[in-house]
């Protein structure tokens, strides 16, 4: 069965304290790994697709890599309204079923 | 371009009570896929359609229904509620079902009591 874990569950950073989130992950042939940000109360947002270890991805303070085994989100000089739960999802198997870890909550202070 | 809506966006329903909630995908999309939240679940799969069939499901009761029709919106109807079915019901789009990106809507908050 597939497995994703998520750590830390939280992390709490000073503006412009750099900083990493770990997602691993267990999956029979890998599709793609996502990676959304959700705000309370709302659906999550999607943030990047990785299809295949050694690739990354950036949009703005966000870079996204990926290994055989784990993925990481880094974050760059973060600003208190990157605040959200990080969600890490993996995709394997037949069809689009989205397997998620539990989340990082990140919480940034000025 | 619009994206994924769902309504209602918040339900209160009593125990035994039966509930449909309803998904229009981005336009162009062709699967929904359907997640519940909870604090203690995280995010759990329930089902995907694609061009009206259900392609997979979730380790969930038969209380738990879904369809798709031919313009690609889609329903979930939960039968019998229980206090255990109050959560975040997410509806997901996506232009295929193979390694492509799911976008959310923003939900529907159900609260049975």
């Known amino acids: 069965e597939d497995q994703v874990t998520q750590s830390p569950e939280a992390l709490r950073l000073q503006e412009g304290e750099s900083s990493s989130l770990n997602c691993s992950y267990t999956?029979?042939?890998?599709?793609?790994l996502f990676w959304y940000r959700q705000d309370p109360g709302k659906g999550p947002e999607f943030l990047f697709t990785l299809y295949s270890a050694g690739e990354e991805k950036e949009k703005e303070r966000l870079k996204a890599t990926l290994t055989k085994k784990e993925s990481f989100l880094h974050i760059t000089a973060p600003k208190p309204e990157d605040s959200a739960t990080y969600l890490c999802a993996v995709q394997g198997g037949r069809g689009g079923k989205l397997q998620f870890g539990a989340g990082t909550q990140v919480v940034v202070t000025p | 371009k619009a994206g994924v809506t769902q309504t209602p966006r918040y339900l209160i329903k009593t125990r035994g009570q039966q509930v449909t909630l309803s998904c229009s995908p981005i336009s162009g999309h062709r699967s929904v896929s359907w997640y519940q939240q909870t604090p203690g679940q995280g995010l759990q799969f329930l089902f995907e359609y694609f061009s009206e069939t259900q392609r997979n499901k979730g380790n969930f009761p038969g209380r738990f229904s879904g369809r798709q029709f031919s313009n690609s919106r889609s329903e979930m109807n939960v039968s019998t509620l229980e206090l255990g079915d109050s959560a975040l019901y997410l509806c997901a789009s996506s232009r295929t079902l193979d390694k492509d990106t799911q976008y959310f809507g923003p939900g529907t908050r159900l609260t049975v009591l």
């Open positions: 999956v029979s042939g890998l599709r793609g």
